[in-house]
């Protein structure tokens, strides 16, 4: 039976992209957050779909990276991933780093796994929620079944 997500618990939306998990990143990625103390509340695997994708990034659906960033997010499955604790979005997006690869400090995880493939797109290994509210609104869009 799938586990609803406690309401008095914070939680966070991860999303492990194609270019990391194509590369077998996802466990050494995921470890790094229960070695951090958050717990895994929810995880699966998905192939993106374009709506989902253009409510997921919203805000940049009229931006002109939008088309190769739809197509890379699409590219292979990803690891969507809901993390519970106090502060835990705060706490991931802090584990996850800058969003250029290139300049991410070493230590977090762009910084660590991510590098620019010269693709016209910022494949950077991992998506975090960067307020609860986005974390709400994330949470529902990738887990409508959680609700
Ligand atoms: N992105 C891109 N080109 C850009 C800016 C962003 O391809 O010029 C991608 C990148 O994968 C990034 C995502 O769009 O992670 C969302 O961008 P945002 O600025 O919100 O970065 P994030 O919150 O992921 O660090
Ligand atoms: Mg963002």
Redesign the pocket.
Known sequence: MIQALDPNVEHTLILI?PDAYRRGLTGEILARFERKGYRLAALKVVVADEQTLREH?A??AS???FT??AS??ASAPMVVAALAGEQVVAGARTL?G??QPTTADPGTIRGDFGRDWGSG????VI??S?SRAAAERELAIWFPELA
Do not use: R, S
């Open positions: 992209k990034y805000e940049h931006k002109h990276f190769e960033l890379y997010m996850v800058a969003t797109c910022v494949e950077n998506h975090a960067d």
